[in-house]
C-alpha cells in the first residue's frame, strides 16, 4: 500500500464560542488536535471562554476515513488540565467536493459547491458551505463541542497537494494512478 499522504489539511482554529467553564470565573482553553499518529496544539488563551486563537495547524492525511478529533483543554498550572469537550472533524463532504478538480474551474469566485446539514453523523452545529475562492476549495464550520455542557469552535479546512502527495482524484481510481513521484 502507498504511505505517501494523500493531501495537507490545513486546519484554521479560528475561535471558541461560550466554551465551558472550568477555573473559578472563567477557563485557560486550547485545543489539541489529533488524527493517527499525529498531535497539534493551540497556544493556551489565558481567562477567556471565548477565545480567539487564528492559528493554522496542517496534518498530512493519509486515509480520509481515519477520524479527526479535536479537543478542548483548561489549562492548570498546578493540577491536570480539565477537558472542555471534543469533536470530530468529518472531512467527508470535503473530500468529496475535492474529487470534482478541473470541473470547478468554470465556476465564480464565492461559488457554494456543497452545503452541509448538521446530524447526527457530524458535529456541526450550523449548515457548512464548501467554497471555490480563488482556485481554493475551503470549508468553514461551526463544531457544537460533545461531552461537556456548552461551547463551540470555529475552523476552517483548506487542501494542498504538494510533491509527495498521492491527490485526491488518483485515489478515487482502483488502480491507484495518478502522478508518479519516487518514495522515500
Known amino acids: 500500500m502507498d504511505q505517501r ?14 466554551l465551558a467553564i472550568r477555573d473559578a470565573r472563567s477557563s485557560d482553553p486550547y485545543i489539541v488536535i489529533t488524527v ?30 481515519v477520524p479527526i478529533r479535536l479537543t478542548v483543554f483548561d489549562w492548570d498550572k498546578f ?3 480539565d477537558k472542555m469537550g471534543d469533536a470530530n472533524i468529518d472531512i467527508t463532504p470535503y473530500i468529496e467536493a475535492l474529487k470534482m478538480g478541473m470541473e ?3 465556476l465564480p469566485n464565492g461559488c457554494a459547491i456543497k452545503r452541509v446539514q448538521p446530524s447526527r453523523h457530524n458535529c456541526l452545529s450550523d449548515e457548512s458551505s464548501i467554497v ?5 476549495i475551503t470549508q468553514d464550520m ?10 463551540e469552535i470555529e475552523i476552517m479546512l ?27
Do not use: F, Y
Request: charged share 20%; proline share 3%; net charge positive.
Open 79 to 81: 493540577t491536570g488540565d
Open 142 to 151: 461551526i463544531l457544537r463541542l460533545n461531552n461537556v455542557e456548552c461551547g
Open 132 to 136: 471555490w475562492n480563488n482556485g481554493k
Open 36 to 65: 493517527a499518529d499525529q498531535t497539534l496544539k493551540t497556544r493556551v488563551v489565558k481567562r477567556n471562554c471565548n477565545p480567539i486563537w487564528n492559528e493554522e495547524m496542517t496534518i498530512a492525511i493519509k486515509d480520509p476515513n
Open 104 to 106: 470547478l474551474l468554470r
Open 158 to 184: 483548506e487542501w494542498h497537494e504538494g510533491a509527495g502527495c498521492r491527490g485526491v482524484t488518483s485515489s478515487s481510481s482502483k488502480g491507484g494512478g495518478g502522478s508518479s513521484s519516487s518514495s522515500t
Open 5 to 18: 499522504p494523500l493531501g495537507l489539511l490545513t486546519i484554521h482554529v479560528k475561535k471558541g464560542i461560550n
